[in-house]
T-cell receptor, first 110, second 112 residues
Framework: GQSLEQPSEVTAVEGAIVQINCTYQTSGFYGLSWYQQHDGGAPTFLSYNALDGLEETGRFSSFLSRSDSYGYLLLQELQMKDSASYFCAVEGSGGFKTIFGAGTRLFVKA | EAGVTQFPSHSVIEKGQTVTLRCDPISGHDNLYWYRRVMGKEIKFLLHFVKESKQDESGMPNNRFLAERTGGTYSTLKVQPAELEDSGVYFC??????????FGNGTRLTVT
């Protein structure tokens, strides 16, 4: 079967750093994406990793290890507005059939 | 540039009725996807268009769901007849290269 595992909830304080992990088991792998979704809004693309290593975009970084079938999203200098759900997604077999994780709900406290 | 737009934003229908959801992708995006999120669970893939062709429709739950993309522009997703378990948020996304996807705000469908 195909599955993605990520924590259901994470709580952190403003200004802190938080890491959201994602492990996957899929048939075929083309890349790992991360999306942010605020309540009632559209998922917003954050990052895409096709190769091993760290990709940095401002306060957000994403890491991939294909040998470990593992990736993470790192959020630095947390702000209240970062409170949202974060989904990891694998581009699996065929390259375009995206499989999403169940999402991690991030709560940022003052 | 305009983003992905979906219509309607909300729809409440009775079991057995028909509903048609519309998605207008970002202009120039050949790839168009439909997804569904039920009761706060994971976002599930429904199908993928490349221009007007269905590239992958393996996620469509059953034959009550019909998606079309005439002319390779906007797409419609029809549910006929609707059942209670079809309630959820239906997202459309488009992409130029298949990696970064832009999502619409979704259509919240409630079947009573």
């Amino acid at each position: 079967g195909q599955s993605l595992e990520q924590p259901s909830e994470v709580t952190a304080v403003e200004g802190a750093i938080v890491q959201i992990n994602c492990t996957y088991q899929t048939s075929g792998f083309y890349g790992l994406s991360w999306y942010q979704q605020h309540d009632g809004g559209a998922p917003t693309f954050l990052s895409y990793n096709a190769l091993d290593g760290l990709e940095e975009t401002g306060r957000f970084s994403s890491f991939l290890s294909r040998s470990d079938s593992y990736g993470y999203l790192l959020l630095q200098e947390l702000q209240m507005k970062d409170s949202a759900s974060y989904f990891c997604a694998v581009e699996g077999s065929g390259g375009f059939k995206t499989i999403f994780g169940a999402g991690t709900r991030l709560f940022v406290k003052a | 540039e305009a983003g992905v737009t979906q219509f309607p934003s909300h729809s409440v229908i009775e079991k057995g009725q028909t509903v048609t959801l519309r998605c207008d992708p970002i202009s120039g995006h050949d790839n168009l996807y439909w997804y569904r999120r039920v009761m706060g669970k994971e976002i599930k893939f429904l199908l993928h268009f490349v221009k007007e062709s269905k590239q992958d429709e393996s996620g469509m739950p059953n034959n009550r769901f019909l998606a079309e993309r005439t002319g390779g522009t906007y797409s419609t997703l029809k549910v006929q007849p609707a059942e209670l378990e079809d309630s959820g948020v239906y997202f459309c996304a488009s992409s130029q290269d298949g990696t970064e996807r832009s999502f619409g705000n979704g259509t919240r469908l409630t079947v009573t």
